[in-house]
């Protein structure tokens, strides 16, 4: 069984502050997506990583894939409330389809102004 | 270009009862997922259409059914509710079969 980890899987922290979650699998995928789900919605595409090594900046969220493609990492600095929710790593392993994609139970963020 | 869309936002229904959830994907995507999110479980894949037909299904009983129109919106079918079916129910289309855009989301509850 295929299983992504996220660490932490809560943090409160204060605005302005920078923080990282991490997304942790013994499993090598083809490509990595960050989405960020708030209350009550769908979650929504970040980023995807493809390249071992990949680093994707997104104005304040600088997101990168492990070399051996098994892990990834989300910066982000200076949180604003804004960055509220729930952030959530999926992966997809090598040869297979969108159904197959693996979930990670997710970092729950919350930014205190 | 407007995105998944999901309807209705919210269903109440009772233990034993039928309920139906739509989603209507973006234009051009022939491929519809849908998923269960119960609270404070990741995301489980439930079913995949595509082109029209079931292609793949996720480890839940048979009540749990769907089907994909020649519009590619899709229709997914809980039948004989039980209380541990209430979450929130999420679909997701996708075009190359390697991304996926969610939908908001139904909120199905079971009484």
């Known amino acids: 069984t295929q299983l992504l980890e996220q660490s932490p899987q809560f943090l409160s922290i204060q605005e302005g502050e920078n923080l990282t979650v991490y997304c942790n699998s013994s499993s090598v995928f083809s490509s990595l997506q960050w989405y960020r789900q708030e209350p009550g919605e769908g979650p929504v595409l970040l980023v995807t990583v493809v390249t071992g090594g990949e680093v994707k900046k997104l104005k304040r969220l600088t997101f990168q894939f492990g070399d051996a493609r098994k892990d990834s990492s989300l910066h982000i600095t200076a949180a604003q409330p804004g960055d509220t929710g729930l952030y959530l790593c999926?992966?997809?392993?090598?040869?297979?389809?969108?159904?197959?994609?693996?979930f990670g139970p997710g970092t729950s963020l919350s930014v205190i102004p | 270009e407007a995105g998944v869309t999901q309807s209705p936002t919210h269903l109440i229904k009772t233990r034993g009862q039928q309920a139906t959830l739509r989603c209507s994907p973006i234009?051009?995507?022939?491929?519809v997922y849908w998923y269960q999110q119960a609270l404070g479980l990741g995301l489980q894949f439930l079913l995949w259409?595509?082109?029209?037909?079931?292609?793949n299904r996720g480890n839940f009983p048979p009540r749990f059914s769907g089907r994909q129109f020649p519009n590619y919106s899709s229709e997914l079918n809980v039948n004989a509710l039980e209380l541990e079916d209430s979450a929130l129910y999420l679909c997701?289309?996708?075009?190359?079969?390697?991304?996926?855009?969610f939908g908001p989301g139904t909120r199905l509850t079971v009484l």
């Open positions: 997701a289309s996708s075009h190359t079969g390697l991304q996926g855009y």
């Open positions: 259409y595509d082109e029209g037909e079931e292609r």
């Open positions: 999926a992966g997809l392993l090598m040869k297979t389809s969108y159904d197959k994609v693996i």
């Open positions: 234009s051009g995507h022939t491929s």
